[in-house]
């Protein structure tokens, strides 16, 4: 059963949250401005593969086709362009593959980018030897990758591009139509959200029911249940299940996120934090309702926040490809860390310590051992949308949604270990701890 409702009308005692009583404090503590408009800014720039805002010509769409030759596929996950000579980047964002990675030997030599927006793009069968980046490197749209060839298996010199969203190829074509051609604001994308985990020994998944933004948090507030929190329409939603019952309701709060990560501070509500036309803001429920109170801080990539000890919230910024750092130590500072983070990361509180899971060329563990952060690979390749979580041990635990199955990163044996879970999803994940000894994991 299923219920809808509006969240600016809730009654806020529905978990001990009344007027007056147990509302949430700290707001100057923490240095807080006082609301301002955010400044324009633009979320970013796409051009076609050419570098240009007309389209080149197209050998082969994307879908379904006669393959072209053997070791080709039938079920075509890119678009094949011709036409010019100089690949280029679509839009702008870090270098996260290059070369040719061990089995995609069909796509020869090739350039993966992790894009601000959030989505990965790959260029298949460049010219051996014309590749002008390197991974971690930061690009803009437009940027030249190299030289159009025919390497891996081609028929002729062309261009395959892919486009994953969510660790799903989607069709280029409609994707670039619809941003190429200047500044754009990437609209919002709104799926069913699905709750998956371990019942009676296998994974499964469960649509709760409702919809959500792509761009979501999800924060366990001691329910045993994932609360689902993001934008669509021009406003906070939440999802989540009330009276043993999944219900969607809308807190009338405007906002309109591009990226946001909710964290437990021991209140009744959780505390958000949203990025907002680049500026960084902090959302908290009272008994009057709900806030969004502008940190004055200009963060124009992706967040994830974590609480510490004493309820230390800390958050994880990508800006421009490398790692920020967001402290309230004395008002909201925020620091660069100088080493890279990919665009699909999350930030976890391991034994009171933050640590860091991202995507940069596969998996990458980041730590503070004492002396500054340091980048460890876990060895395990991944392209797709990531999370973590701290199930014990010492070490996060790693999700990340390949398209063909979500996957488990752990540390087991002394190594890191990645087990497919056999249930397939498309869209961003997240995931929370609950009992049993496996996460529950949450797609949109």
Known sequence: MTTSSDLSKVDLTRRGLLAGAGVLTGVAALGLNALTAPSASAAGV??????????????????????????????????????????RAVAAGVVSVTGTPAGWGGGGTQVWIQHDDGFVSRSFHLAPGTVSVSPQQRVQAGDALGTMGRSGTATGVHHHLEIVVGGVQIDPVPFLTARVGGTVTPPDQVRAAKEFAVHNGSWSAIPVGFNMSEKFTTVNMGSGWGDLYGSFGGSLRYVGVS???????????PLNASSISAVDVGQSFPHIFAVENSILYHIYADGSGWHKVSTGLTVPGKISAVVLPNNNVQIVANISGVMHHVTTHSGWEIGNSGVPIGGEF??????????????LNGVVHIIWPGAGWQLQSTGVGSSGSLTAVDMGGGFPTIITNEGWSVCVTSVSGGGWVRQATGVS???????IRTSGGFPTVYAV
């Open 243 to 253: 009276g043993g019952a999944w219900t969607q309701m809308d807190s009338g709060l």
């Open 346 to 359: 999350k930030a976890v509180n391991i034994g009171g310590s933050l640590q860091i899971a991202t995507l």
């Open 46 to 87: 796409y051009v076609w593969p050419n570098g240009t805002n007309t389209r080149p010509a197209i050998s082969s769409p994307f879908g379904p086709r006669t393959a072209p030759t053997g070791g080709a596929s039938s079920d075509h996950k890119g678009t094949d362009f011709v036409g010019f000579a100089t690949v």
């Open 425 to 431: 999803v498309s869209g961003n994940i997240d995931a």
